[in-house]
């Protein structure tokens, strides 16, 4: 069933507002084979996102997820490596389409990278990106143990001089940051918001449906003092799998 952004605004959820409803609601999650890795490669370029994870790392994996609207085609992607330097697994590369963002589907990516390492065994990976990114997310996660700041100097050169392969380094990306992730938390916190992913098998197809949730505000608290208490109630779109 492919449901109908019409029925939402006159449904229950009548307060949700017609810019808050999805382009579409019916997706495919899966891993990219090397077609659409080299096509998610072009978005790259043409969108001026770094490809060096792609281009150096040939054991990297490429999520995807693809609406089934038709010539809709991809509306996002994230990355991961476990095995080009075994003791540096990164996540990388994460993009959601503008017009799809805040429906969750950038977290169900992040959800189901760090599912996937974590059924490998892996509890701790490596993240980089321009300082300047995103700082609102960046501080909640840090405030929140998802994410721990690194510090350069105490990174093996070699991983930190991939950074200068980077189309990016030196312009858009003028002040790298690095970030140890707690695998076992982020999922923790994505299944919290989402609900479970499974990664043993794909690709996936799930609809959006929204459903009254909890929102905790992404403010800086008080180091250590934990999530917030409370939140306020509000509709989001969660993903239900087929």
């Known amino acids: ?28 999650l899966g891993w990219a084979d090397m077609p659409m890795r080299q096509a998610i490669l072009g978005l790259m370029t043409e969108l001026g996102r770094q ?32 095995e080009f330097n075994p003791r540096y697994p990164e996540v990388f590369s994460l993009f959601v389409r503008p017009d799809y963002r805040t429906y969750t589907l950038g977290l169900l990516i992040e959800l189901a990278r760090y599912t996937y390492l974590l059924d490998r065994g892996i509890e701790r990976v490596y993240a980089r990106m321009d300082r300047a990114s995103n700082y609102a997310l960046l501080q909640y996660r840090v405030t929140h143990g998802l994410f721990q700041p690194i510090e350069r100097a105490s990174l093996d050169p070699a991983y930190v001089s991939l950074c200068h392969g980077c189309e990016l380094y030196g312009g858009d990306c003028a002040d790298q940051a690095y970030f140890l992730v707690d695998v076992r938390a982020f999922v923790r916190h994505g299944e919290n918001r989402i609900g479970r992913v499974d990664v043993s098998e794909m690709p996936r197809i799930f609809e959006l449906r929204p459903e009254l949730i909890r929102r905790n505000p992404r403010l800086p608290v008080l180091p250590g003092a934990g999530p917030p208490d409370g939140g306020v109630g509000r509709t989001a779109f969660k993903p239900h799998w087929l």
């Open 51 to 82: 490809t060096m994870n792609l281009r150096v790392m040939p054991t990297a994996r490429l999520l995807y997820v693809r609406s089934l609207r038709e010539g809709d085609g991809i509306v996002g992607w994230g990355g991961v490596d476990a």
């Open 1 to 28: 069933m492919v449901y109908d952004p019409e029925r939402y605004r006159n449904a229950s959820q009548a307060h949700l507002q017609a810019d808050k409803i999805p382009p579409c609601f019916s997706f495919e």
